[in-house]
């Protein structure tokens, strides 16, 4: 079965520091992994996806995030946060190449940028 | 394109009444799926649908119950509701492809409280 971690409830970052939301998971074969965001009374955006190739994924908003294969990882980082990048963020991660998995996404991590 | 609509925002429920959220996409996606978040929990899927008349069951679907008549509405009913059902419900879409291998496209989300 597969699964997803985000081992940070909170993350707090000074505005213009370069930001990490970290993400790992578990997964048999190849994973398609996901990065959300959900601002206040939101649904959630999508940022970015790696699904194979190069191992750093660049996405929306000067987001990016690097798929480590050996360390199952897959962390959101920016160079120089914003204040309005504090949201919530959440991985996710699928294999459509299996019919009985799904998608599952982590619990989340709240990002403040501090002014 | 109006994108994932959602209806109704906020809705409040007596144990064992019946409801059904409304969704309905405008981009002609393929797939459709329900979640529902709760704080700590992450997004879980309850149902999804990989086309007209095609639906399948996520990790948390039971009280509640699904169908997908045409391509545009995909409703969530349930059936008998229960104060554990109370939970924020978010609808998404993504284009074809395999199942979970697009990034999705959320709707604003309902809230449900069960009293």
């Known amino acids: 079965a597969q699964s997803v971690a985000q081992p940070e409830d909170q993350v707090n970052v000074a505005e213009g520091n370069p930001l990490t939301v970290k993400c790992t998971y578990s997964?048999?074969?190849?994973?398609?992994l996901f990065w959300y965001v959900q601002y206040p009374n939101r649904g959630l955006q999508f940022l970015l996806k790696y699904i194979t190739g190069d191992n750093l994924v660049k996405g929306s908003y000067g987001f990016e995030a690097e798929f480590n294969k050996s360390q199952t990882s897959f962390h959101l980082k920016k160079p120089s946060a914003l204040v309005s990048d504090s949201a919530l963020y959440f991985c996710a991660v699928s294999r459509p190449s299996n019919r009985d998995d799904k998608i599952i996404f982590g619990k989340g991590t709240r990002l403040h940028i501090l002014p | 394109n109006a994108g994932v609509t959602q209806t109704p925002k906020f809705q409040v429920l007596k144990t064992g009444q019946s409801m059904t959220l409304q969704c309905a996409q405008d981009?002609?996606?393929?797939?459709m799926s329900w979640y529902r978040q709760d704080p700590g929990m992450g997004l879980r899927l309850i149902h999804y649908?990989?086309?007209?008349?095609?639906?399948d069951q996520g990790e948390v679907p039971n009280g509640y119950n699904v169908s997908r008549s045409t391509t545009e509405d995909f409703p969530l009913r349930l059936l008998s509701a229960a104060p554990s059902q109370t939970s924020v419900y978010f609808c998404?879409?993504?284009?074809?492809?395999?199942?979970?291998?697009?990034?999705?496209?959320f709707g604003p989300g309902t809230r449900l409280t069960v009293t």
């Open positions: 998404a879409s993504s284009p074809s492809g395999l199942a979970f291998s697009y990034e999705q496209y």
């Open positions: 997964v048999s074969g190849n994973p398609y």
């Open positions: 649908s990989v086309g007209a008349g095609i639906t």
């Open positions: 981009m002609n996606h393929e797939y």
